[in-house]
């Protein structure tokens, strides 16, 4: 049977997202999106209905969710609606789910749970980022026993680039204050907000250096206060706190003194968004999310979660998880008002499994991990069931428009680390570095102006491009001559290849979706080849390369890359043995893309820049031409 879907908010921030994300994954799902005002043309898929849903008026809004099966309240802020939707949704006799992030509202929604066990409805809050996500690494590392004294932390860092909704400073704001009500020794407690402790700094991963920590109220306070946490968590002390790039803790600490009344509140909240809106587009502003939560001050024992997403997209995952797991019936057996520490370890399990097809995965801190988090952009993407929703789709680094802002310096930092440039500096004085220096800027001014015949050969529509290509190889040439020429050909190759592969490595991380992000599709290994042959016709196209297709059988594609202008132009610069080393990084690249899927994928070097590939799929699936 069918169900009925609604979403509370559904015009919002989050509550698009949701409504977005729902329709793409379970297409045959009725959802209804549920708010004050009409929303503008585009905002919503056009199969999606609309309904008029004032919170005040009860009766019409009872009769409109008796409609329904399942209600998503993605209304905000909570600290003004609290109970009202749960309740609602209670006198209509439904299920529920919320993405709330407010302590004040979850006391008053747990106060619900009786009515809904008695009426044999379920309620879950809670079900967003944090908490949510981060509650459900919070109880992985307690069913642990990650920490022997149940003590754990949780940091979160939000970067700029995404702007947030309208009613996110509201949240933001409330949790400036003096006085905050935490989980200590095993009891609900208030203290004084720990402004600048020994825990009010902490290094996320690809910061320069430690952030300044906002501690906030979360909602597990309340949770964890309930006589009814699962049996199997044992957590006596949760510290919580969050950093969001350009929120200085000096200005949160200044209005903490102050309490603001509902206009003051609405004037700083209108402030804070549009402030949001214009720092989004700043060339500084981070695209990254990072949820780190750890035992015991010890980070490296922790999980983690890190990647080029906003907040409110995983809070919208995590809320279609949830949907998802009420739809598979994972509920079945449980009434009342549940959080995430009230869910057996099985539920958790499949929550935690389900958001795995989302391409949202936590990882042990170790050290391999957190070297993927700081130096290749983590491991989890803004993705959906669509595959234009994947990173730079059909892009190359000449054609796409906007890279990471930590790119550039990214760069410079592999090239400082190389070992190439520690072997250039040992073998020079700072006078014979600097004469280097010079020489290899002078030699990368004669090589690109030896490439003028190839950007002759490509005037029109790719003119600019060409102009960028010739100069990104006459600056290799240049280097790795020069190189050559005081270390030796051996030696030079050998760290300029190195030194070339780690950190084509590290750029095609970003270009190029994660492995976990293809998690989110049916037939991933179609759509992973579709990807790739999507950016490998495109590349051609640029005249970089002749590509030739062929199918073998249903199941095995077979890809020639010939006469490559790369190898054309190290041969023609003297740097032939260079020929093959972008071909290089397009295979380590295209390997880790394929790395979660069944395909296998055979790389042929044949020299010059010319090679053979085969890859086969060992499911049964239809091929991509």
């Known amino acids: 049977m069918s169900k009925n879907i609604i979403v509370l908010g559904g015009t919002g921030e989050s509550g698009r997202r949701i409504i977005n994300l729902l329709s793409e994954r379970l297409s045959d799902l009725k959802i209804s999106c549920a708010a004050r005002r009409t929303p503008k043309a585009g ?14 008026d009860k009766a019409k809004s009872i009769e409109t969710l008796k409609k329904f099966d399942l209600a998503v309240i993605a209304l905000g ?29 979850a006391d008053q929604i747990h106060a619900l749970n009786t009515e809904a066990q008695s009426k044999q409805r379920l309620l879950l809050t809670g079900m967003g980022f944090s908490p949510g996500i981060s509650t459900l690494l919070l109880t992985e590392l307690a069913h642990k026993k990650a920490s022997a004294t149940g003590y754990y932390q949780c940091r979160l860092y939000m970067g700029a680039a995404y702007g947030g909704g309208e009613t996110s400073p509201q949240a933001i704001l409330a949790s400036f204050t003096n006085h905050l009500t935490c989980w200590r020794e095993g009891t609900r407690k208030q203290v004084e907000t720990p402004w600048q402790d020994a825990q009010h700094q902490f290094t996320f991963p690809a910061l320069k250096k430690p952030a300044d920590l906002i501690p906030f109220a979360t909602p597990e306070v309340a949770g964890l206060g309930c ?67 750890y035992p015991d001050n010890n980070p490296q024992s922790g999980l983690m979660l890190h990647g080029v997403i906003s907040s409110y997209e995983l809070t919208a995952k995590m809320a279609c998880v949830v949907v998802e797991c009420w739809l598979n019936n994972v509920f079945f057996d449980s009434y009342g008002v ?34 993927r988090a700081d130096q290749e952009f983590g491991w989890v993407d ?28 990214r760069q410079q930092e592999y090239l400082y680390k190389s070992e190439i440039w520690r072997a250039l500096k040992e073998a020079t004085s700072r006078y014979s570095f600097a004469k280097f220096v010079i020489s290899t800027l002078l030699a990368w001014r004669r090589d690109n102006k030896g490439l003028q015949h190839w950007r002759d050969r490509h005037q029109g529509e790719y003119t600019e491009i060409w102009k960028s290509i010739t100069k990104d190889m006459s600056m290799f040439s240049s280097g790795y001559g020069n190189a050559r020429k005081l270390l030796g050909q051996d030696k030079a190759y050998r760290l300029y290849r190195d030194m070339f592969l780690e950190t084509g490595k590290m750029e095609m991380r970003w270009l190029w979706p994660n492995p976990e992000s293809f998690n989110i599709f049916e037939n991933k290994e179609n759509v992973i080849l579709e990807y790739w ?5 495109n590349y051609a196209k640029l005249g970089l390369f002749t590509l ?41 690249a295209l390997v880790f893309l394929a790395s979660q899927s069944n395909l296998n994928i055979t790389w042929n070097f044949k020299g010059e820049g010319v090679v053979d590939i085969t890859l086969s799929k060992t499911l049964t699936l239809q091929a991509v031409g």
């Open 382 to 409: 803004s993705v959906s069931p669509d595959i234009n929703s994947l990173r730079n789709l059909g892009l190359n680094w000449y054609t796409v428009t906007k890279q990471h802002p930590k790119m550039a310096k």
């Open 77 to 105: 802020p909570m600290d003004k609606f609290a109970l009202q939707a749960h309740q609602l949704c209670l006198n209509a006799n439904i299920d529920a789910l919320d993405i709330n992030d407010s302590l004040q509202a």
């Open 43 to 56: 905002i919503l898929p056009e199969h999606i209905n609309f309904v008029p849903f004032d919170i005040n």
């Open 548 to 588: 030739s297709e062929s199918k073998a059988d249903s199941s095995t594609i077979c890809i020639s890359i010939t006469d490559c202008a790369y190898a054309a132009m190290f041969k023609e610069l003297g740097c032939p043995e260079l020929a093959d080393i972008v071909r290089e990084m397009e295979q380590e």
């Open 338 to 371: 549940k959080a995430v520490e009230h869910l057996s370890y099985k539920t958790r399990q499949k929550l935690l499994q389900t958001l795995a097809l989302y391409g949202v995965t936590a990882k042990p801190a170790n050290t391999q991990n957190t070297h």
């Open 227 to 293: 006589e009814y946490v699962a049996e199997d968590l044992d957590i006596k002390h949760l510290d919580s706190r969050y950093h969001i790039q350009h929120l200085t803790l000096r200005f949160a600490k200044f209005m903490s003194k102050y309490r603001l009344g509902e206009r003051k509140n609405t004037f700083f909240s209108k402030m804070f968004f549009n402030n949001g809106q214009k720092l989004k587009t700043k060339k500084e502003s981070d695209p990254d999310t990072c949820l780190w939560v």
């Open 533 to 537: 042959l999507t950016w490998l016709r």
